[in-house]
């Protein structure tokens, strides 16, 4: 089997591309949704597989900018990833991976990130689960705060056309302060987050949007909708938060008792969020978030010296790290972090571990600690492993809010 992979060069070659991932949604592309998802996915970032001229496989890049510890830098964002059943287990994905990595490296974007599937997939690749996330299910008559509460601000809905211009605004704050954010395009928030067809609403209600304003503006907003349901003339209704954000604990609190003292609902539900939501802190009863945890975001260092420079870190420490990468040899050697940026040293190795377990440190999602505990490091020198998780620590954990 010979196969060439390179950028589609039309929407036709696009469209195929696309229609290998596609397929396993029940989703065939179509001219007005291959046009919408070109404003997020330019043609030149879409990759094909082709086997003898026909498409077998496909996978995208999103330009993104990703927040990281103390700033933020281009994050070459692995999407719509599939191979046609046809031809699984041929190394197709291996192919598209080098292709897309390579494209990423001659972009210039230091790190890659992605929403897996499936776990096994990614790790061969040299991408680490980078932050975890919960999905939440919380009893109405179980949303008491610990303290009693007093609302204080007025929510309001609004139409989508005012939620395009108001919502960006608690969005960026959020995302500055959160590792793992994606900086949104006006495009983004148009045909990604405030884009509601029906086919993706299983059942429930359009999306119902919400802003609560504090005294110096835009404070938190939600995105949800209702999944009505009655059963001995009662309402047994839940809400699925889309998405909730609040710049403040203030506007945090604001916004979630809002949504937890919906009328006909017996049941909240959310998906994605932070492990260290300030729910688990400001409900009385935390455990009955019921939080069923899974893998977010997965991280691949592309240019391990441009991505450990690109982060903020705690104190003066240096620490030398001995890299391996056989898919991205390029980054394999001894780094030395020093000052806030890393170069290449021959000084002698002092932590050794895989780019992958590199992905998994790098915005703080886990420590140094962990993966010592996991066997998925070496400690050279005593003290290292120490070290590093001060070097690293963040002040949250990572987290992405949506799948890409
Ligand atoms: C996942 C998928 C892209 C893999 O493509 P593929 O061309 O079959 O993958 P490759 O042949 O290049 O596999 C490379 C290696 O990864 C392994 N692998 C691939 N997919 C895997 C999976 N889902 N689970 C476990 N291992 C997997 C292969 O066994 C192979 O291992 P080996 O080198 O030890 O033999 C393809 O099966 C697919 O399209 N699946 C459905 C859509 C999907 O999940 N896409 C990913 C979205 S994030």
């Known amino acids: 089997m010979s196969i060439e992979v390179r950028p589609c060069a039309d929407v036709e070659e696009y469209g195929a591309g696309l229609s290998a991932?596609?397929?396993?949604?029940?989703?065939?592309?179509?001219?007005?949704?291959?046009?919408?998802f070109q404003r997020v996915l330019p043609l030149d970032r879409m990759h094909a597989a082709f086997e003898e001229g026909a498409v077998v496989g496909g996978g995208g890049a999103f330009v993104f900018s990703m927040s990281v510890p103390g700033g933020s830098l281009p994050c070459y964002g692995v999407t719509v990833v599939g191979v046609q059943p046809t031809h699984r287990r041929?190394?197709?994905?291996?192919?598209?991976?080098?292709?897309?990595?390579?494209?990423?490296?001659?972009?210039?974007?230091p790190i890659a990130a992605l929403w897996a599937s499936e776990a096994p997939i990614y790790g061969r690749f040299g991408f680490g689960v980078a932050s975890l996330c919960g999905d939440l299910e919380l009893a109405r008559e179980r949303t008491a705060f610990h303290a009693p509460y007093a609302r204080v601000a007025q929510a309001r809905f609004v139409e989508?056309?005012?939620a395009l211009e108001r919502f960006p605004a608690v969005y960026d704050r959020v995302a500055a302060e959160t590792p793992g954010m994606l900086g949104r395009s006006r495009d983004w928030w148009e045909v990604r987050v405030?884009?509601?067809?029906?086919?993706?609403?299983?059942?429930?209600?359009?999306?119902?949007?919400?802003?609560?304003?504090?005294?110096?503006?835009?404070?938190?907003?939600?995105?949800?909708?209702?999944?009505?349901?009655?059963?001995?003339?009662?309402?047994?209704?839940?809400i699925q938060v889309i998405e909730a954000l609040g710049t403040s604990p203030a506007a945090t609190s604001e916004i979630w008792r809002y949504l937890l003292d919906m009328d006909w609902t017996a049941w909240i539900k959310a998906q994605l969020l932070p492990i260290d939501h300030p729910l688990q802190l400001l409900l009385a009863e935390p455990r009955r978030m019921r939080l069923r945890l899974s893998d977010g975001l997965w991280v691949r260092l592309v240019?391990?010296?441009?991505?450990?420079?690109?982060?903020?870190?705690?104190?003066?420490?240096?620490?030398?790290?001995?890299?391996?990468?056989?898919?991205?040899?390029?980054?394999?050697?001894?780094?030395?972090?020093?000052?806030?940026?890393?170069?290449?040293?021959?000084?002698?190795?002092?932590?050794?571990?895989?780019?992958?377990?590199?992905?998994?440190?790098?915005?703080?999602?886990?420590g140094f600690a962990d993966l010592e505990r996991a066997g998925r490091l070496e400690e050279l020198t005593p003290g290292a492993v120490a070290r590093a998780d001060t070097l690293f620590r963040t002040n949250r954990k990572p987290w992405c809010p949506e799948i890409f």
């Open 21 to 36: 991932i596609w397929q396993f949604f029940g989703a065939e592309p179509d001219a007005e949704g291959l046009e919408r």
């Open 90 to 109: 041929r190394g197709v994905l291996t192919r598209l991976m080098r292709a897309q990595l390579d494209d990423a490296r001659e972009r210039g974007e």
């Open 160 to 162: 989508r056309d005012e």
């Open 194 to 238: 405030l884009l509601d067809p029906e086919a993706r609403r299983e059942g429930g209600g359009p999306h119902r949007r919400v802003l609560i304003e504090l005294d110096d503006g835009e404070a938190a907003y939600a995105i949800y909708r209702h999944h009505p349901k009655w059963e001995d003339a009662s309402a047994v209704s839940s």
């Open 303 to 366: 240019d391990v010296g441009a991505a450990l420079s690109a982060r903020s870190y705690q104190g003066e420490g240096r620490l030398v790290l001995e890299v391996s990468d056989s898919f991205c040899p390029w980054n394999e050697g001894r780094w030395e972090l020093a000052d806030g940026s890393a170069r290449r040293t021959d000084a002698d190795s002092e932590l050794r571990l895989g780019v992958s377990e590199l992905g998994s440190a790098y915005l703080g999602g886990f």
